[in-house]
């Protein structure tokens, strides 16, 4: 067996969790040709970073773009069952010249690496690809996240009619959570889906049982993620305002870039809270695990989400999560025994529950550490790469009945 993944930019520093899950796939002796559509420029100690193949760029010039056509085409004279692919992808869809050129120019790349199974890491791809997976004979099946399924079905109706077509062409979605496959249902009722939860990185398995022994008189706070609308960072920094008001002396610590970076300037500047909120940008996951050992509290104020990776990563070094309520974080976190889960945008709930576990030191130790006891059992790179590896068995096997 052997499976072709294709990634949209390599390395990306926010899409650790994936190279995790990959990488885990190479160590159960799986045969991966491994593509990507953009060049990344984050530095990461990825173990296959030079067994990745960049596709060709759809940015160049259009003179550049046809030559690269033009040798792409030669190469696959070799095959007729290619050209026969190729020619149903290209000449069945696009309207004029100029759709059927970059047709082609995206598709015919990933037909000449074609292998017996093709993975999509998230629905995005699935969607800009769907003229392949509807004609191809290989095996696709792609991944569902948060935004492939809560937020960008909103933004187009396009996006949307495109998607519930992918997720009946595929052969399998991989849904990282039960909330996210009971949303990609109510699109498709005949999609075949499978639940298989995120799985942590070896990084965040040797880890401290209790949060930060050295805490004194400041509550270090801590969040990771992507700088956008969806992390509902700016509700965070009302609830923080408002903690700051009832008397608790704290420190919140954001990780994570992006282009809602500006508006979260604003909004501390704006709250007076500069001396106690810190925007510390993008770091590596290293320093990510050193700041997440060296926290109390882990805060999480999303307003949309599948299962956060940044809130199992937490919860596995035994870090209390406040976090909000919305698509699958009840999946991770089950009752109050293993965090906090708040309503979205509810500041004041929010601050509440930081408010509760400044005050005790022994509900974050009791907190933390059974959040850690559940996402190891739960949330195992084991069972991750088992079920996986068992879909691509299955899948393989209905084609060939």
């Known amino acids: 067996m052997k499976v072709t993944v294709l990634f949209d930019t390599f390395p990306s520093l926010s899409e650790t969790f994936l190279y995790n899950t990959v990488h885990s796939w190479q160590r159960a002796g799986v045969e991966l040709n491994l593509l990507s559509r953009k060049r990344g420029t984050t530095i990461q100690d990825i173990p296959f970073l030079s067994e990745v193949k960049y596709l060709p760029s759809e940015s160049l010039v259009l003179p550049v773009r046809v030559?690269?056509?033009?040798?792409?085409?030669?190469?696959?004279?070799?095959?007729?069952?290619?050209?026969?692919?190729?020619?149903?992808?290209?000449?069945?869809?696009?309207?004029?010249?100029?759709?059927?050129?970059?047709?082609?120019?995206?598709?015919?790349?990933?037909?000449?690496?074609?292998?017996?199974?093709?993975?999509?890491?998230?629905?995005?791809?699935?969607?800009?690809?769907?003229?392949?997976?509807?004609?191809?004979?290989?095996?696709?099946?792609?991944?569902?996240?948060?935004?492939?399924?809560?937020?960008?079905?909103?933004?187009?109706?396009?996006?949307?009619?495109?998607?519930?077509?992918?997720?009946?062409?595929a052969r399998a979605v991989h849904c990282v959570c039960h909330a996210i496959e009971s949303k990609a249902r109510s699109l498709s009722a005949s999609a075949n889906l499978h639940v298989i939860h995120t799985a942590l990185g070896r990084e965040f398995l040797h880890s401290k049982n209790t949060p930060n022994e050295d805490v004194g008189?400041?509550?270090?706070?801590?969040?990771?993620?992507?700088?956008?609308?969806?992390?509902?960072?700016?509700?965070?920094?009302?609830?923080?305002?408002?903690?700051?008001?009832?008397?608790?002396?704290?420190?919140?610590?954001?990780?994570?870039?992006?282009?809602?970076?500006l508006p979260l300037q604003w909004a501390i500047r704006d709250m007076g809270m500069g001396d106690q909120i810190f925007l510390a940008g993008p770091l590596n996951q290293k320093d990510v695990a050193q700041a997440l050992q060296n926290a109390d509290v882990f805060f999480h104020p999303s307003i949309t989400d599948g299962i956060s990776n940044a809130v199992l990563e937490a919860m596995s070094l035994g870090l209390p999560v406040v976090a909000c309520d919305v698509g699958g974080m009840r999946e991770a976190i089950p009752s109050d025994d293993h965090g906090l889960l708040v309503p979205a945008r509810h500041w004041k709930r929010m601050a509440d529950g930081l408010e509760q576990l400044s005050k005790d030191r022994k509900l974050r130790e009791r907190v933390g550490s059974a959040a850690r006891t559940f996402v190891r059992e739960k949330f195992s790179a084991e069972s991750q790469t088992a079920k996986f590896l068992s879909l691509f068995d299955r899948v393989v096997d209905q084609a060939v009945s």
């Open 217 to 261: 008189e400041v509550l270090e706070i801590v969040s990771v993620g992507r700088l956008d609308w969806k992390r509902g960072l700016e509700h965070g920094i009302v609830a923080a305002r408002e903690l700051s008001l009832r008397g608790v002396n704290f420190r919140w610590q954001i990780i994570g870039d992006g282009n809602y970076r």
């Open 67 to 169: 030559l690269i056509l033009f040798w792409l085409v030669l190469r696959l004279l070799s095959s007729p069952q290619k050209i026969s692919l190729a020619w149903r992808c290209i000449s069945k869809y696009g309207k004029g010249i100029r759709e059927k050129f970059q047709q082609a120019y995206r598709i015919i790349p990933l037909i000449l690496n074609q292998t017996e199974i093709m993975y999509f890491p998230f629905g995005g791809m699935a969607v800009k690809y769907l003229e392949y997976i509807r004609e191809t004979n290989a095996q696709v099946i792609f991944s569902l996240r948060g935004s492939d399924i809560n937020v960008e079905p909103l933004r187009s109706e396009r996006y949307r009619d495109r998607m519930m077509e992918a997720l009946v062409h």
